[in-house]
């Protein structure tokens, strides 16, 4: 508790030590309030019943991974605006479009390493998103998924872990050509580039094993920090989502593209 509570006063008073030197106090706003949905969303998408609701892993969506990995965007975006440059400058938007890529790629990298551990937690990301959209495909309907059928799929299916391993590739390409005018200007971006696209490929070209057994790990908050109080409300017992959310399979209507 008392590291979570001195994480959380460092971050604040970072970001008001930011807002002295001339940081808009609406932009580190607009990034918070992005990482704390994202992070309730995070934790709404908690398995109830041993397994996720569609509408909980529906919103695991890219967006959402960007959203919950804003903080990221903070100290480059205020070199930006000290700088007296503004969103719409075109500098402004490569450098947050391949913040964004290289966000989702390592996400996508660490969801894999993760997968086993997730599942057994309960816990729901954007590659879980990826494999459930994979299974609705090939269903023709949304419907509750658990963790054996998700990670059975994701065994068994080479054809989807190489669409993921060419999304990911795909990412770091999109990142790296983004930063391409600015090459001089940003050598150490480039390299955490290279060293995620190095990773992915070793991380992707290993055949995928894990054992499913019933281990649950803690809840981290935003700051990386173990929440106890977090823990609790977010038990696979405890229903974060409202009533209507909790449907039939039969009722979720026809399958659109998640």
């Known amino acids: 508790m008392v590291a979570g509570k001195l994480a959380r006063g460092l971050w604040q008073r970072s970001w008001l030590l ?26 709404a998408a ?13 919103a695991l969506t890219a967006q959402w ?3 919950r990995a804003a903080g990221w965007h903070v100290a480059q975006l205020a070199h930006l605006a000290l700088a007296g440059l503004s969103p719409s400058d075109r500098a402004w938007r490569a450098l947050t479009g391949a913040l964004n890529r290289l966000i989702l790629a390592r996400q996508l990298r660490d969801d894999t390493l993760d997968l086993a551990a997730d599942l057994n937690a309960g816990r729901a990301g954007w590659l879980t998103h990826l494999i459930a959209a994979t299974i609705w495909q090939a269903d023709g309907y949304f419907c509750p998924l658990d963790c054996q059928r998700i990670a059975g799929r994701w065994l068994l299916d080479v054809e ?24 001089r200007a ?3 971006l480039f390299d955490l580039i290279a060293a995620e ?18 281990t649950f790990a803690p809840v981290r908050d935003a700051l990386g920090t173990v929440d106890t109080a977090v823990e609790r409300d977010a038990s696979p017992g405890q229903c974060l989502l409202v009533a209507n959310q909790y449907q039939p399979a039969e009722r979720h209507g026809p399958l659109r593209q998640p």
């Open 18 to 43: 930011l807002i002295r030197l001339g940081v808009s106090h609406d932009l580190l706003r607009t990034l918070e309030a992005r990482m704390v949905s994202a992070y309730r969303r995070e934790l």
């Open 160 to 183: 989807l872990r190489q669409k993921i391993a060419r999304l990911h590739a795909t990412l770091c390409v999109g990142a790296a050509d983004a930063l391409a005018p600015y090459a």
């Open 197 to 214: 696209s190095d990773a992915g490929h070793a991380v992707f070209a290993a055949v995928p094993s894990f054992n499913l057994s019933a």
């Open 65 to 67: 991974v960007c959203d």
């Open 46 to 58: 908690r398995a109830i019943g041993a397994q996720w609701q569609s509408q909980q892993l529906q």
């Open 186 to 188: 940003l050598p150490r």
